[in-house]
């Protein structure tokens, strides 16, 4: 809980630690998620008791609408206000559920259409101008210069999300089939396949870089920092965006750029939509499809450049 919902009603606070404790202990979320749901939820609680709601049984639809009105008139984004929609609706879902309330109030609330930016993805020719550069400092980086390499090919080879590449213990490699298993969003389990250039990085990691970084906090980390601890994410982004600042021309982005990036080539190159899915671990076939439009845009954008008649 945060320090807001020290302020709420009995009522507020105890529904709102029993779904805090439902969040981590059922569904398995991350400490992360799980403060931004309890963030939104305080909003809400916040603004319902202004109202006279001095209690999630007493919620109703004119609240959550109320709220949400509120948020845009505060000149919040789309994309935020569907975002609290959403956290909304499972939150009453809940309470119905659990018998904390007699109806679902948020089961006809509606939230705007968010609008999608299309991420933006690498292209194939600056990936290989990524990794050529990492190669190339190796000479002067030493044992540093080899867990960056591992860092790019195993974030572009398996587009895994930055949470999961820190989590991976030497376990987690089956090095002679060259699958990685991952630990996703909600502790689902799942295993993802890497390529030959990733895995002679991941070798060379392990047999010379490793050693030389190891200590006794080192633990079954197959990633360490500079003092031989669990490398954390934040080194990770920094990694990533200064090795990509090395390379002319390209955007700027951190490990969840990657990870787009390894999701648009695999659909550039044929691979079918499930796939892609199942190898970066959503839970909704529909947010896998937003790469077919990145790949739509790019075909056009190359068309629009090329032909004489574009």
């Given at each position: 809980?945060?320090a807001?919902?020290?302020?709420?009603?009995?009522?507020?606070?105890?529904?709102?630690?029993?779904?805090?404790?439902?969040?981590r202990?059922?569904?398995?979320?991350?400490?992360?998620?799980?403060r931004?749901?309890?963030?939104?939820l305080?909003?809400?609680?916040?603004?319902?008791?202004?109202?006279g709601?001095?209690g999630?049984?007493?919620?109703?639809l004119?609240?959550?609408?109320?709220?949400?009105?509120?948020?845009?008139?505060l000149g919040?984004?789309?994309?935020?206000?569907?975002?609290?929609?959403t956290t909304?609706?499972?939150?009453?879902?809940?309470?119905a559920?659990?018998g904390?309330?007699?109806?679902?109030?948020?089961?006809?609330?509606?939230?705007?259409?968010?609008h999608?930016?299309?991420?933006?993805?690498?292209?194939?020719h600056?990936?290989?101008?990524?990794?050529?550069?990492?190669?190339a400092?190796?000479?002067?980086?030493?044992?540093?210069g080899?867990?960056?390499?591992?860092?790019l090919?195993?974030?572009?080879?398996?587009?895994?999300?930055?949470?999961?590449l820190?989590g991976?213990?030497?376990?987690?490699l089956?090095?002679?089939?060259?699958?990685?298993?991952?630990?996703?969003?909600g502790?689902?389990e799942r295993?993802?396949?890497?390529?030959?250039?990733?895995?002679e990085?991941?070798?060379?990691?392990?047999e010379h870089?490793?050693?030389?970084?190891?200590?006794d906090?080192?633990?079954?980390?197959?990633l360490?920092?500079?003092?031989?601890?669990?490398?954390?994410?934040?080194?990770v982004?920094?990694?990533?965006?200064?090795?990509?600042?090395?390379?002319?021309?390209?955007?700027?982005?951190?490990?969840?750029?990657?990870?787009h990036t390894?999701?648009?080539?695999?659909?550039?190159?044929?691979?079918?939509?499930?796939?892609?899915?199942?190898?970066?671990?959503?839970?909704?076939?529909?947010?896998?499809?937003i790469?077919?439009?990145?790949?739509?845009?790019?075909?056009?954008s190359?068309?629009?450049l090329?032909?004489?008649?574009?």
């Open positions: 809980m945060t807001q919902s020290e302020v709420l009603s009995e009522a507020w606070s105890a529904a709102l630690a029993a779904y805090e404790q439902h969040l202990a059922e569904r398995g979320l991350s400490s992360h998620s799980v931004a749901y309890l963030t939104d305080e909003s809400l609680a916040t603004h319902a008791e202004r109202l709601v001095t999630p049984a007493e919620l109703s004119r609240t959550l609408r109320s709220w949400l009105a509120n948020l845009q008139t919040r984004a789309r994309t935020t206000i569907a975002r609290r929609a909304a609706r499972v939150f009453t879902a809940w309470l559920r659990t904390q309330a007699a109806q679902d109030a948020g089961a006809l609330l509606a939230s705007p259409k968010a999608r930016e299309l991420p933006v993805a690498l292209t194939q600056e990936v290989r101008a990524l990794l050529d550069v990492a190669i400092s190796l000479v002067d980086d030493g044992a540093r080899l867990r960056d390499l591992v860092i090919e195993l974030l572009y080879a398996t587009g895994i999300r930055v949470g999961e820190v991976l213990d030497i376990d987690d089956d090095r002679g089939r060259r699958v990685v298993r991952v630990l996703g969003k502790s689902k295993s993802v396949p890497y390529g030959l250039p990733a895995s990085a991941v070798e060379l990691w392990l870089g490793r050693p030389a970084l190891m200590t906090s080192s633990g079954a980390a197959v360490l920092g500079m003092r031989g601890g669990r490398i954390d994410q934040r080194a982004r920094r990694v990533v965006h200064e090795r990509i600042a090395a390379v002319d021309g390209a955007p700027d982005m951190g490990p969840h750029g990657l990870r390894a999701a648009t080539h695999l659909l550039e190159g044929g691979a079918d939509l499930r796939s892609v899915q199942e190898i970066l671990g959503h839970a909704s076939l529909g947010t896998t499809q790469y077919t439009h990145v790949s739509t845009e790019r075909l056009r190359a068309y629009q090329a032909h004489p008649r574009a």
